[in-house]
């Protein structure tokens, strides 16, 4: 069965009660339910994490591919634009990333407009919502699905 890891990072936690009118009514826990659901809907298995720590999410990267994970999903949330050590982790696991953001950083403060993630990602998803998490399983699946089998 295809793994996908769904990360979400600092401050994501308190999503459902942070800044609503920005980020949607909805809580962490829900987001990750459905995408989970999107998840088996595309006969995938889907793994999450969530940490407010940087070395936490470097540690949970490095342990994706001995997990059989095959992609990562990320909400890098302000680390989006402060961590070179996770771009690091990332670029040392040797696994496709899609980045995800429920706003558009484009369309908010200038510092936002920088990703260390977007261009070593096959796509980011940004400003949908909630619904960014289930575009980014149903993109993977799709990816992984046309995506050569080492042998």
């Known amino acids: 069965m295809t793994r996908l890891l769904l990360l979400n990072g600092p401050n994501?936690?308190?999503l459902g009660t942070r800044e609503p009118d920005l980020y949607g009514a909805d809580t962490l826990e829900t987001i990750e339910r459905?995408?989970?659901?999107?998840?088996?809907?595309?006969?995938?298995?889907l793994a999450?994490?969530?940490?407010?720590?940087e070395h936490a999410l470097i540690e949970r990267i490095h342990q994706a591919p001995a997990e059989g994970?095959?992609?990562?999903?990320?909400n890098p949330g302000?680390?989006?634009?402060?961590?070179?050590?996770?771009r690091d982790a990332v670029l040392a696991v040797r696994l496709p990333l899609i980045e995800i953001h429920l706003s558009n950083p484009h369309a908010r403060e200038p510092?936002?407009?920088?990703?260390?993630?977007?261009?070593i990602a096959l796509g980011v998803i940004a400003g949908f919502g909630t619904l960014g998490y289930e575009m980014a399983v149903r993109a993977a699946a799709?990816?992984?699905?046309r995506a050569p089998r080492a042998e």
Do not use: K
Request: proline share 0%; with cysteine.
């Open 48 to 53: 999450c994490f969530q940490s407010n720590a």
């Open 34 to 45: 459905r995408a989970a659901a999107c998840a088996r809907e595309a006969g995938c298995e």
């Open 12 to 14: 994501l936690n308190l």
């Open 69 to 74: 994970i095959q992609c990562l999903l990320f």
């Open 78 to 86: 302000a680390f989006t634009h402060t961590s070179v050590a996770l």
């Open 111 to 119: 510092f936002r407009h920088r990703s260390y993630f977007s261009d």
């Open 142 to 145: 799709q990816h992984l699905a």
